[in-house]
């Protein structure tokens, strides 16, 4: 498994844009690059997911470059309803979903 | 569509104890997976399934026995509970097992072990 590493915490005020980076070095040919939310009290929600060059949805938006060593969820004017933890995950099929400790976001007026 | 639906939602077991936290998926989704999450932690993975009959453990397995009692049900049993398992509980579901398939989590159970 890919091994990841993000930011612990990110602190952003309300209606800036917010870039989480993950550095995922050792990723594999195979691999996907997929991004999950959790709230307070909630289990985690798949936001993203994307391979290569840019993803967007109604939620997000996901950058990778061409090396695919890392990537980056850019939320475009948070609100206070984005303060959550962000997961990157690294993988192919084949293995149970492992999560790390995440980015803590916390969105202030 | 009700998704993952665990229960209970809140429990207090004295040392010793045991219990069953229930687990079910109105999805058709072939793997189910019980994470625990505590502060600062992140989620570990428990036992996960594949498929109806067949269980693995994941990271943390010590303590619990899972059952795949059929497609839809995923049951996590704490024998004889521990202080140290004190955590807050979460079920989740995909269609198949892998990083890149989108997972669904129940609401998870809170459990206190006193």
């Known amino acids: 498994l890919a091994k990841t590493t993000q930011p612990i915490s990110m602190d952003s005020y309300e209606g800036q844009e917010v870039n989480i980076t993950c550095s995922h070095n050792n990723i594999a040919t195979n691999d996907y690059i997929t991004w999950y939310q959790q709230f307070p009290s909630q289990g985690p929600r798949f936001i993203i997911q994307?391979?290569?060059t840019k993803v967007t949805n109604e939620v997000a938006s996901l950058f990778i470059p061409a090396d695919r060593k890392s990537s980056t969820l850019s939320l475009p004017r948070v609100s206070l309803s984005d303060t959550a933890v962000y997961y990157c995950?690294?993988?192919?099929?084949?293995?149970?979903?492992?999560f790390g400790k995440g980015t803590s976001l916390l969105v202030t007026p | 569509n009700a998704g993952v639906t665990q229960t209970p939602k809140f429990q207090v077991l004295k040392t010793g104890q045991s219990m069953t936290l229930q687990c079910a998926q109105d999805m058709n989704h072939n793997s189910m997976y019980w994470y625990r999450q505590d502060p600062g932690m992140g989620l570990r993975l428990i036992h996960y399934s594949v498929g109806e009959g067949t269980t693995a453990k994941g990271e943390v397995p010590d303590g619990y026995n899972v059952s795949r009692l059929n497609k839809r049900e995923f049951s996590l049993r704490l024998e004889s509970a521990a202080p140290s398992q004190t955590s807050v509980y979460f079920c989740?579901?995909?269609?198949?097992?892998?990083?890149?398939?989108?997972?669904?989590f129940g609401q998870g159970t809170r459990l206190t072990v006193v």
């Open positions: 989740a579901s995909s269609y198949s097992i892998g990083m890149n398939t989108e997972a669904f």
């Open positions: 994307g391979y290569k």
């Open positions: 995950l690294v993988g192919g099929s084949g293995y149970a979903l492992n």
